[in-house]
C-alpha cells in the first residue's frame, strides 16, 4: 500500500519544504532487505563494539564473532576515514552498577553524529532479576537501566536507524547461538520496523545455519490468513529463507490464496480455522506432502471494530472466534509433543498479537481482549516445546500497511503513522522477517516471547 504523504514529503520540492517549515514529520526511508541479496551487506559500514570496563571479556568474544561474519569491526570510536558508523554494539552483560554505563554511553553518543543512514544500535545485556532473586540491587538496577537507555536512544535515533536490546538469562553465553541469531537480525534490514525492542534470549538452545541465507532449508510452515496482507508476505519471506510453505485460507480467498502460493511452489489449502478440525486437516495435508510440518503461523485475523457501548455480542463473538479461540483449539494439536517437527527440524508456534493487546485501544475491546489473549497463551506455552528444541512466541506489529488498515479513516491513519519513533508504517514484509527469524534454528532459545514490529509506537511500551 502506498504512503502518499511519505512520498511527497520524502521528495525534494514544495511539499517537502512545506513540511519542514510546519515541524511535519519527514519519515526516512528505512534499510530494508535486497530480495536480490538478503544479508549482503549486513551493516551499512563499520562495526563500532564498546562496552563497560567490566564487559570487555565478552565484547572481545562479540567481536570475534562480528569478524567471522567478515564485518569491519572496530573497538576505537575514531571512525576510518570519510567512513559512517553502520552499527554500534555496546556490550553490558557484566555491567555492575548503572553508574558504569556512563563511559560506554558517553562514546555511544560521540559516535551518534557519524552514524550511516540506517545504521543500528545492539546492546548485548542480562535480564533484571526478579523479586525472589539474590542478585544485588545495583547490578539489578544497572540491568533494568539498560532497557530505559536503549529504549530512549531509539527515540534519538534519525535517518531511519534503530536502537534494540538482546537481554541474555544470567547463564546464557554471548557466544549461543540466539544470541549471535538475534544480534544478526537487530544487525541486519531484516530488523527495519523494529526499534526500542529488547528481545530475551531465556537458554542456549537454537543452532547456527549452516547457510545464513537460507537457514529454513528442509523446513515445513503452514501461514493462516495467507492470501493477502501479512500472511502472504510471511509466506515468501519463509519460503526465500528456504521452506516449504502451506497457506490457508477461507474458501471466498481461494483465488488470491492460489495466485500467492503458486508464487512460491508452496501448497493452498482452502479452509476456516474456526473449523473444529482444522489442525488435523493443516497436519494431513502437510504430513502427506512432505512427511512433517514445522512451523506454525497463526496469522489469520479479522477487525470488528466497535465501541464497547455500541458493540453487538455478534461482532464481540466472531471475532474471538477466528483471532483467539481457533489459534488455542489448533495448539491443543499441534502443541502437543511429537506433533511438529521432525529428527532435523524444531517445532515452531508463532503468533499474530498486536500492540492493541498490549496497550489496549479505543474501539478495540473485543480485538485486545484477543490479542493480549493470544500473548497470554503464547507465555502460558512457553517450555512446551523445549524436549524437541521448540519453541512457542509472539510478534505484535504495530500500524502495518495493509487492506486492513486502509479500512481506517485517513486522519486516525495517519496519526497512528507518526507515533511511532520511525514516524511511518511498516510494511507486511517487515511482520514477515520478525517471524522468519523466529522461525529459524538460530531463534532456538527464545522461547515464550513477545517481540514487537512497530517502529516504536509511544503506546504499550
Ligand atoms: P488482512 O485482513 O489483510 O488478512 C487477514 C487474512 O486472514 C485474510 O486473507 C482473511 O481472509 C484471512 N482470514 C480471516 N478469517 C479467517 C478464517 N476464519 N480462516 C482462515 N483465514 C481467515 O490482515 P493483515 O493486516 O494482513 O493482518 C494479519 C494479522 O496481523 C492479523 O492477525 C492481524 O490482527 C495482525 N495485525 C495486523 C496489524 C496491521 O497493522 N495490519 C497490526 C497488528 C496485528
Redesign the pocket.
Known amino acids: 500500500m502506498s504512503d502518499t504523504y511519505a512520498k511527497l514529503v520524502g521528495a525534494p520540492g514544495p511539499a517537502q519544504q512545506l513540511a519542514k517549515k510546519l515541524g511535519l514529520p519527514r519519515p526516512a526511508r528505512l534499510r530494508r532487505t535486497d530480495p536480490t541479496s538478503v544479508d549482503r551487506p549486513l551493516t551499512p559500514g563499520p562495526v563500532l563494539v564498546l562496552s563497560d570496563a567490566a564487559s570487555t571479556a565478552d565484547a572481545d568474544t562479540v567481536a570475534e564473532g562480528l569478524l567471522a561474519w567478515d564485518l569491519d569491526v572496530h573497538r576505537d570510536v575514531r571512525l576510518p576515514d570519510h567512513a559512517r558508523w553502520g552499527a554500534v554494539v555496546l556490550v553490558l552483560t557484566e555491567l555492575p552498577h548503572p553508574a558504569a554505563l556512563s563511559a560506554p554511553a558517553m562514546q555511544l553518543g560521540s559516535v551518534l553524529r557519524s552514524l550511516a543512514p540506517g545504521a543500528r544500535v545492539v546492546a548485548l545485556s542480562r535480564r533484571a532479576p526478579g523479586p525472589d532473586t539474590t542478585t544485588a540491587p545495583a547490578v539489578a538496577a544497572a540491568r533494568a537501566g539498560v532497557d530505559g537507555f536503549v529504549r530512549s536512544v531509539a527515540k534519538e535515533l534519525r535517518n531511519g536507524a534503530t536502537a534494540n536490546g538482546v537481554v541474555l538469562a544470567d547463564d546464557v553465553d554471548v557466544r549461543a547461538p540466539s544470541v549471535r541469531g538475534a544480534l544478526r537480525f537487530f544487525l541486519s534490514a531484516r530488523s527495519a520496523f523494529v526499534d526500542g525492542q529488547l528481545l530475551p534470549v531465556v537458554s542456549g538452545a537454537g543452532s547456527e545455519p549452516a547457510d545464513w541465507a537460507r537457514p529454513l532449508a528442509g523446513v515445513v510452515a503452514v501461514v493462516?490468513?495467507?492470501?493477502?496482507?501479512?500472511?502472504a508476505e510471511v509466506v515468501r519471506v519463509l519460503a526465500r529463507d528456504g521452506a516449504h510453505v502451506l497457506g490457508?485460507?477461507?474458501p471466498?480467498?481461494g483465488e488470491s490464496l492460489t495466485s500467492v502460493m503458486n508464487e512460491v511452489h508452496g501448497v493452498a489449502l482452502q479452509?476456516?480455522?474456526?473449523a473444529e478440525d482444522a489442525a488435523a486437516h493443516i497436519l494431513d495435508v502437510a504430513r502427506s506432502r512432505y512427511g512433517h510440518l514445522d512451523v506454525v503461523v497463526h496469522?489469520?485475523?479479522?477487525?470488528r471494530d466497535k465501541l464497547l457501548a455500541n458493540m453487538s455480542a455478534e461482532k464481540f463473538d466472531d471475532l474471538t472466534a477466528?483471532?483467539v479461540t481457533?489459534p488455542l483449539r489448533m495448539n491443543e494439536t499441534f502443541a502437543r509433543p511429537g506433533v511438529l517437527g521432525s529428527p532435523s527440524t524444531a517445532p515452531r508456534i508463532i503468533s499474530?498479537?498486536?500492540?492493541?493487546g498490549i496497550a489496549g485501544n479505543r474501539g478495540q475491546t473485543n480485538?485486545a481482549n484477543a490479542?493480549a489473549g493470544l500473548i497470554g497463551m503464547t507465555r502460558a506455552l512457553a517450555g512446551s516445546l523445549t524436549d524437541a528444541g521448540g519453541t512457542v512466541n509472539a510478534v505484535?506489529?504495530?500500524?502495518?500497511e495493509?487492506?486492513?488498515?486502509a479500512s481506517v479513516p485517513p486522519v486516525p491513519r495517519q496519526v497512528m503513522r507518526w507515533a511511532s519513533s520511525l514516524q511511518q508504517g511498516g510494511r507486511?514484509v517487515d511482520?514477515a522477517e520478525a517471524i522468519t527469524f523466529l522461525a529459524s534454528p538460530q531463534a532456538g532459545g527464545i522461547d515464550g516471547q513477545v517481540l514487537r514490529v512497530c517502529g516504536q509506537l509511544q503506546t504499550g511500551q
Open positions: 493462516t490468513g495467507a492470501a493477502r496482507g501479512i500472511g490457508v485460507d477461507v471466498a480467498a479452509l476456516d480455522i474456526t496469522n489469520a485475523g479479522i477487525l477466528v483471532n481457533a499474530l498479537a498486536s500492540t492493541s480485538y490479542k505484535a506489529p504495530g500500524f502495518i495493509t487492506e486492513m488498515t507486511p511482520v
